[in-house]
T-cell receptor, first 114, second 114 residues
């Protein structure tokens, strides 16, 4: 599997429900980031969580990080139709010698229905 | 504050022609990244540049692709002798800090090779 794999690949929920997406990775990281991409548009940075943090909140977003399991989750509470998008996790290497760049996962497509 | 700007938004080239994609980073950002996204896939890192320097080009195909970020003007991704497999969305991103931190994406250039 790739560095930064999201699960599920696709998720369909009703407006008002919570949406949870997971990301697994393989190597040691400095931080993990979540991005959103609306159809046909560029990515928008949502949140960054550092390797020494376990949980972070931003508005309706809650991100957790478990470095022992090499996994992260993104929770969107009280979803809205406007949250319909693809969500990507991206990992930043712990050591710059390991490739000084973000590695993006394959994404979760979220559809929020009215 | 203008965001990351890319042009053109759409580019159609015949096989064998050259494609030039331009990216102007956000004001104050000196780190620029190029990514390629194939349909229904995540982003694949291509190259990381700072002014007048290529820092990491580990994701660039060995032939036909080149990138620059001159002292003055936008960053350019150049694809020579395009082939149908080059058809994709090409995104540029910039950051204030280095590549392990928040990146701001442009709207992308959609290249179609006919």
């Amino acid at each position: 599997s790739q560095q930064g794999e999201e699960d599920p690949q696709a998720l369909s929920i009703q407006e008002g429900e919570n949406a949870t997406m997971n990301c697994s990775y393989k190597t040691s990281i400095n931080n993990l980031q979540w991005y959103r991409q609306n159809s046909g548009r560029g990515l928008v940075h949502l949140i960054l969580i550092r390797s020494n943090e376990r949980e972070k909140h931003s508005g309706r977003l809650r991100v957790t990080l478990d470095t022992s399991k090499k996994s992260s989750s993104l929770l969107i509470t009280a979803s809205r139709a406007a949250d319909t998008a693809s969500y990507f996790c991206a990992t930043a290497p712990l050591f710059t010698g390991g490739g000084n760049k973000l590695t993006f996962g394959t994404g979760t497509q979220l559809k929020v229905e009215l | 504050n203008a965001g990351v700007m890319q042009n053109p938004r759409h580019l159609v080239r015949r096989r064998g022609q050259e494609a030039r994609l331009r990216c102007s980073p956000m004001k104050g950002h000196s780190h620029v990244y190029w990514y390629r996204q194939l349909p229904e896939e995540g982003l694949k890192f291509m190259v990381y540049l700072q002014k007048e320097n290529i820092i990491d080009e580990s994701g660039m195909p060995k032939e036909r692709f080149s990138a620059e970020f001159p002292k003055e003007g936008p960053s350019i991704l150049r694809i020579q002798q395009v082939v149908r497999g080059d058809s994709a969305a090409y995104f540029c991103a910039s950051s204030f800090q280095g590549p392990r931190y928040e990146q701001y994406f442009g709207p992308g250039t959609r290249l179609t090779v006919t």
